[in-house]
């Protein structure tokens, strides 16, 4: 399967926190399948009659899968995006999913300033985007990459600090972490592949415009 077919819309959405609520959000703007549903193992859900193609991928390879066109369009957070690198359209901040990143450590043996963590282990799932906010304050680390449970670093001794993401300040709180530094915000964002962009355009454009319909009766039923 390719999105080169030029009758259909392929989307990438990431299985995990983000599904539930973007499945959502593309439903109520009209864009769904039978079968999209967090329950489903399905990879791939079609819709024939309006000729949408959903795939869900693991979180951090929805970039991937739109830079190289498998997917004209994805749902992916900032954090994950800026980590990827990849070249891809960002067409709309979704608004959702907002968190930030963060420098962590152990409360117990908190050090004095930020630079007296230089040349530590610094463990993380984002390792470009902390190699950068090191860089920027002068400092060398050692990273090592973990995959998940970020915050057990500190904990068992495997680094001194961690980078990763905050949404509600439960986990670092319940683990004993404090924050130390703030890296960057993060959101939900729609993202599209360039050829895509150009080639489906009127679909694209349309899809966009009408995720913003929904986000702004959204934002109104708040009020
Ligand atoms: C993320 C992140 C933190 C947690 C932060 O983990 O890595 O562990 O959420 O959320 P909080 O501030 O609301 O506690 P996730 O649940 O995505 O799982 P992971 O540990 O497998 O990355």
Redesign the pocket.
Known sequence: MTSDNMDYITIALPKG?LFGISADLLAKAGYTAQDLSEKSRKLVITNEEKKIRFIISKTADVPTYVEYGAADIGIIGKDVLTESGMDVYELLDLGFGRCHLMMAVNKACKREKLTDYAHTRVAT?FPHIAEKFFNSKGMQMEYIKLN????LGPIVGLSESIV?????????KENNLEEIAYIMDATARLICNRVSFKLKFDRINQLTEDLKQILAMAEEEKK
């Not at 998940?148 to 915050?151: F, L, M, N, Q, V």
Request: no cysteine.
């Open positions: 926190k799932k998940g449970s970020i915050e990763d993401i905050v949404e509600t300040g439960t986990t670092l």
